[in-house]
């Protein structure tokens, strides 16, 4: 349970891997203001009392470049030991992304993986783990802003063909941009939970540098801390 919740939060909040038909930059998909060069997250899953921590590099044009991340179980005193890295690449189509991850500091393959255009307010992203049966599915569906407006999520037994864990959200916005996320498991929650944002801060130039996320209990479950570097 904890596992799929984790991976349930992870491909919600790092969303920044979508496109419309010609990809535009994720500075534009994240909605991030300025320049940055890096930034360095700092997450905290309060409910499964576990931490983790992410850095993303981007280049001049506001394409990611990699993305580092770390977490609490190779944590040595006061930080956190690195785990995984990925690398992006585009290609000359310019519907198409590619990934690879690599664990820790080697060329050991975690997962690889594609985002592609199926038209233009949708985008499905497939990555495999290596060594596994075991590759997942995101569907992301992008309003005219280019926010992303709802994901669907499978996780998939290609040996069994049978789909492991299914789920859905619904982001909703106001004038200060994402305000809920309306969650549906459909092997835990099938009817939904509602997830608010509260407390959100930002830094001189708009971008969030902290913000937490609220359930229909009024319960802190997750927080969200950023660092930014500029260009």
Not at 6 to 20: D, H, P, W
Not at 62 to 78: S, V
């Amino acid at each position: 349970m904890k596992v799929k919740f984790l991976l349930l939060l992870s491909l919600l909040i790092t969303i920044g891997c979508t496109t419309k038909s010609t990809f535009p930059t994720d500075w534009a998909i994240e909605e991030l203001k300025g320049k940055p060069k890096k930034i360095t997250e700092f997450s905290n899953y309060i409910a499964n009392q576990m931490q983790a921590k992410k850095a993303s590099y981007y280049n001049e044009s506001g394409n990611l470049l990699k993305t580092e991340e770390y977490n609490e179980y190779d944590q040595t005193g006061d930080s956190f030991n690195l785990t995984q890295t990925t690398y992006y690449n585009y290609p000359e189509n310019d519907s198409i992304r590619t990934f690879v991850t690599y664990k820790e500091n080697s060329k050991d393959t975690v997962k690889t993986g594609i985002y592609r255009v199926v038209d233009d307010h949708t985008i499905l992203a497939k990555s495999k783990f290596h060594d596994s049966t075991t590759f997942s599915e995101l569907e992301q569906k992008l309003d005219t802003e280019n926010r992303v407006i709802k994901t669907t999520t499978k996780v998939i037994n290609s040996k069994h063909n049978l789909v492991t864990m299914q789920s859905s959200t619904d982001f909703i916005y106001s004038e200060n941009g994402l305000e809920k996320l309306i969650i549906k498991n459909k092997e835990i929650k099938p009817e939904g939970s509602e997830i608010n944002l509260a407390n959100k801060k930002t830094d001189d130039k708009g971008n969030p540098i902290y913000c937490e996320y609220i359930d229909e209990n009024n319960n802190v479950i997750y927080s969200l801390k950023r660092e930014y570097e500029y260009y």
